[in-house]
């Protein structure tokens, strides 16, 4: 499905040598997508940024739901997967009127994904969501 | 076994014919392999799944592989890290041992982590301690919650003459992981 970066501003996508993140519209709505390989030793410090921008973002405008696309994820090392729980210990700060749930979609050729989600999903309980 | 043809051109009836009932033992030594991180993986997730046809096994070896390596990258300060990878067939059992140097005091901090996470059973309730505990915003701390939760595989850790060895292993086929809890639509 094709996609539009939302906008220009710079914290809303971020790109190292291995991967990329960008905050997206397509015809479903809202999306973030990441692509590539997270292995470098530090990403937290590119993607936790990130996803403070992204949801801010999300919060002005009272989204109730965002799509993150995994598909074309090759690898997160913990380092990495740990800026997704960030982004659920965010969510799960706020009011419970305030709160959006992260629907996450995978790739079944990156068995990896599942499982992660799987656990992610027991820790984001009511607030993330596999497809 | 079939010497005409790769064993990963053959179907998995054919690997595991072709494979039998051997030990499969493979080793690699690599200094620093930072940078090859991803080539490690990758190739340690091609080399399981032909070691080891049907068993849907590969993922979870090359999650192992990556987060150990990338511990021992941490604390091996350039200095050689050595891998082995094991599929003993007729035992049902994988394993991936990293030895690199370390210092008393950090091999003394992963047995505690180590020991902390034997101690509960159940390897998704403690990986969801971890995640609670971890702050999210420092490096590391997350890794062998992971290989023992995602990869279904008991961890251990010994340190003879200045060097760690960390073990991960398990079964060769394991049950697919569910959990109560999230959503999945």
Same mark, same amino acid.
């Given at each position: 499905? /094709?996609?539009?970066?939302?906008? &220009?501003?710079? %914290?809303?996508?971020?790109? %190292?040598?291995?991967? /990329?993140? +960008? ?13 590539? &390989? ?14 403070? +921008?992204?949801? *801010?973002?999300?919060? +002005?405008?009272?989204? &109730? %739901? ?5 598909? %074309? ?9 740990? /800026?997704?729980?960030?982004?659920? =210990? ?14 996450? =979609?995978?790739?079944?050729?990156? *068995? ?6 799987? +656990? ?12 | ?16 014919? !072709?494979?039998?009932?051997? $030990? ?60 082995? @990878? ?20 950090? @091999? ?14 159940? !390897? ?24 023992? @939760?995602?990869?279904? #595989?008991? #961890?251990?850790?010994?340190? $003879? ?25």
């Amino acid at each position: 499905m /094709s996609s539009q970066p939302l906008g &220009t501003r710079p %914290e809303l996508q971020v790109a %190292e040598e291995k991967y /990329s993140a +960008a905050l997206a519209a397509d015809a479903q709505g809202t999306r973030v997508v990441f692509r590539g &390989t997270v292995s470098t030793e530090n990403p937290g410090a590119v993607l936790n940024p990130f996803v403070d +921008a992204v949801h *801010k973002h999300l919060l +002005a405008r009272q989204v &109730t %739901e965002v799509r993150i696309d995994l598909r %074309e994820l090759e690898f997160c090392n913990s380092s990495g997967f740990k /800026s997704f729980i960030h982004w659920i =210990q965010q969510i799960q700060q706020l009011p419970d009127a305030q709160r959006y749930r992260l629907r996450f =979609q995978s790739s079944p050729q990156r *068995k990896w994904q599942r499982v992660s989600l799987l +656990a992610l999903s027991c820790y984001g309980l009511n607030c993330v969501m596999m497809e | 076994m079939t010497t005409e043809r790769s064993v990963a051109e053959l179907s998995d009836p054919q690997r595991r014919q !072709a494979v039998g009932g051997e $030990v499969i033992h493979l080793m690699l030594r690599m200094r620093p392999p930072w940078v090859f991180i991803d080539e490690i993986r990758r190739f340690t997730e091609s080399f399981c799944a032909c070691a080891c046809p049907g068993a849907n096994r590969e993922a979870g070896m090359a999650l192992a592989v990556h987060e150990l390596m990338q511990n021992a990258i941490t604390t091996s300060r350039g200095e050689d890290i050595d891998l082995v @990878f094991e599929v003993e067939p007729r035992a049902d059992r994988v394993s991936v041992s990293i030895t690199n140097r370390c210092a008393s005091e950090e @091999f003394e901090t992963l047995r505690d982590r180590i020991e902390r996470m034997n101690r509960e059973p159940d !390897a998704l309730a403690h990986y969801l301690e971890v995640m609670r505990e971890t702050p999210s915003k420092d490096r590391g701390g997350l890794g062998l919650a992971r290989v023992r @939760f995602e990869a279904q #595989l008991s #961890l251990s850790a010994a340190w $003879v003459g200045g060097r760690v060895t960390v073990r991960a292993e398990g079964r060769i086929r394991v049950p697919a992981l569910h959990a109560i809890g999230g959503t999945h639509v």
